[in-house]
């Protein structure tokens, strides 16, 4: 437990001593200040306005902003649309693979597209070099920078006075990118090489085996149809493999930019439990850093941006005390294991759990600590890449990352999307005390009125109506249902945590749900394309709305919104509309399933 608790608090330290210069880094660069990097790149900037035709100068109103924004992404959706269905017939393609199906190119799209990175694919086996560069690792960067660009125009909301206008989106997607996210990206890649993750455009190797696999299989006929005897019994034949196909390919460089964007998605099918992906104990370290490092830094950069550091610091601070708490609950409940198992032939230690705590679907260089600590850390943000299967792990150990993407992606969430996700939060904090003293609600000088709580309460009930409207088609539909690979509580929980992934932008899979399918891709790629742009349009209104007013100056009434009082407020909040809205789904799936267990090892104690 000792070791545990060290592998968190210096996770939770390296964390945030990164946030002030990092934030006030972004701050800057957003403010368009002078920043070290600024030589090198402001010419490169200057270019790309000059041949995009963008007047840097110019100043958007909320509605072009959101124009130019859905725009931009409906090309990128396209984009790699056609790339995956093309592949067969472009270059960078050693491995020849072949067209993606429809359904599956138009889920993947969206996925990236929006952030999520949702794969029902195998990336080593399904994309090309080409597809997974030029289509997913340029939409890591460029869904990352929208969000970015998104919560840029809700601060310009709270901070300019009789405006109509919040920016411009090509300004504030071209800095978040060049300045931030590509340098970052950079490093953290060069890093990760040195720890052995593959970086290469040559094609796959095959290399011997130690020993020779012998094995039989059923015998194939040339139209690859398996052949049976005239009994009907099938026809087998022996099988003996010395050497294994090893996939390579340009990971490093889509792997830092995935984890640093939040975004997720792998380029193998075991995403960070892979190898070649994830392959020591530092880069499992670097990788869970870069996760959260951008969304823990944004909160100081918001600090700074309105005027007052301490907004950002209570945003932080509210932030962090529900993850270190959901921490603690996720590795103890993966350390105690299954109490219904005991070590083989020591029936004395029915009540001692299960020996050495669950490390089934974990890898043995991570442990069980790395491993929880990553599942709770990639659901706090929006990243959906995983170190250890979440099918496997206990049934409260996998309800923590299955709540904290219910929560809305919030607590840290995506590159941008998590705090102007959680401001809005604390506008509905606000409104409520507003209620309970019979003032109007402020928040940062701004009033809140009935058009931003509209707005803001679609905000946060679309995610929830997405998950648990598309849950409820999946299990009451025969294409949904067949592909659920476990019955009964367990099974539910799969389709549940599939359909909050995609309805809150994460894309970790709680795996055994065979997805895959015409259904499942047209399902989930819906419920991703809504739950991104359907919030980002009311939070765009909401920044319009704000930049339009003035400010109104603190009085006696005001609450406070940098207090240890309002941080508590806002966790509140925050649990309290995640509580309200998912607990009855989750009784049915992994409260049942623990249940279940305990009763189990009632029965194996009597």
């Given amino acids: ?234 026809k087998m034949e022996k099988v003996a493999v010395d050497q294994q196909t090893v996939a390579l390919g340009p990971v490093a460089s889509q792997v830092a930019i995935k984890q640093l964007g939040t975004n997720g998605g792998g380029f193998f099918n075991s995403n960070s439990a892979h190898p070649l992906e994830n392959p020591t104990p530092l880069s499992n370290f670097l990788e869970m850093l870069a996760i959260l490092l951008i969304p823990a830094a944004l909160c100081y950069s918001f600090g700074v941006m309105v005027g007052d550091t301490r907004q950002g610091y209570a945003i932080l601070a509210a932030m962090t005390l529900v993850l270190v708490g959901l921490i603690a609950v996720a590795v103890m409940a993966e350390q105690a294991g299954n109490p219904a198992l005991v070590a083989l032939g020591t029936e004395s230690l029915a009540t001692a759990g299960q020996p050495g705590g669950n490390m089934e679907g974990k890898e043995l260089r991570f442990g069980i600590t790395n491993s929880a600590l990553w599942a709770v850390v990639t659901t706090a943000a929006s990243n959906g890449s995983v170190n250890a299967m979440h099918d496997s792990f206990t049934p409260l150990g996998g309800l923590i990352p299955l709540w904290l993407i219910q929560l809305g992606e919030v607590i840290f969430g995506g590159v941008g999307s998590g705090l102007y996700g959680m401001l809005m939060f604390a506008v509905v904090a606000v409104f409520v005390s507003g209620l309970m003293i019979g003032r109007t609600p402020e928040y940062l000088g701004k009033k809140i009125e009935a058009y931003e709580m509209k707005m803001a309460a679609l905000v946060i009930l679309i995610p929830p109506l997405l998950a648990l409207g598309g849950t409820a088609l999946a299990v009451i539909c025969d294409a949904g249902r ?74 006696p009434g005001t609450l406070p919104t940098h207090t240890p009082l309002f941080v508590a407020l806002l966790i509140g909040v925050v649990l309290m509309v995640g509580a309200l809205t998912f607990v009855p789904a989750l009784a049915l799936g992994p409260v049942v399933e623990h249940l279940q267990m305990t009763a189990e090892e009632q029965n194996h104690g009597q």
């Fill in 1 to 234: 437990m000792d070791n545990s608790l060290l592998q968190i608090l210096l996770y939770l330290v390296c964390l945030l001593a990164l946030v002030r210069p990092l934030g006030g880094y972004m701050a800057r660069v957003y403010a368009d200040e002078p920043v070290v990097l600024g030589r090198f790149i402001k010419p490169l900037e200057s270019l790309m306005y000059r041949l995009c035709g963008v007047n840097p100068h110019d100043d958007m109103r909320w509605r072009d902003y959101a124009m130019a924004l859905l725009v931009f992404n409906a090309l990128g959706l396209v984009a790699v649309f056609a790339l995956q269905s093309l592949q067969a017939y472009l270059p960078l393609n050693p491995e020849n693979r072949l067209g993606v199906s429809a359904d599956s190119a138009f889920n993947t799209a969206v996925s990236f597209v929006t952030n999520t990175n949702w794969q029902g694919y195998g990336g080593e086996t399904t994309m090309s070099y080409l597809t997974q560069m030029l289509g997913l690792g340029v939409q890591n960067f460029m869904s990352a920078a929208t969000g970015m660009a998104v919560l840029l125009a809700l601060i310009r909301g709270f901070t300019r006075r009789g405006s109509d206008c919040i920016g411009n989106f090509w300004v504030d997607l071209t800095r978040s990118v060049l300045y931030i996210l590509l340098p970052l990206s950079l490093v953290l890649a060069l890093a990760l090489v040195g720890q052995g993750v593959v970086q290469t455009f040559e094609p796959y190797q095959k290399v011997p085996l130690l020993e020779t696999v012998h094995y039989e299989q059923q015998k194939q006929g040339a139209d690859g149809l398996a052949l049976t005897t005239t009994q009907g019994q099938p």
């Fill in 482 to 555: 067949i592909g659920v690979a476990n019955p009964g509580a367990h099974g539910f929980s799969e389709v549940l945590y599939a359909l909050s992934s995609a309805a809150n932008n994460n894309g970790s899979a709680f795996a055994g749900l065979a997805a895959n399918t015409p259904f499942y891709n047209i399902l989930l790629g819906l419920v991703m394309l809504l739950a991104r742009f359907g919030l980002i349009l009311p939070i765009l209104a909401i920044a319009g709305s704000l930049a339009e007013k003035k400010t109104v100056p603190v009085g």
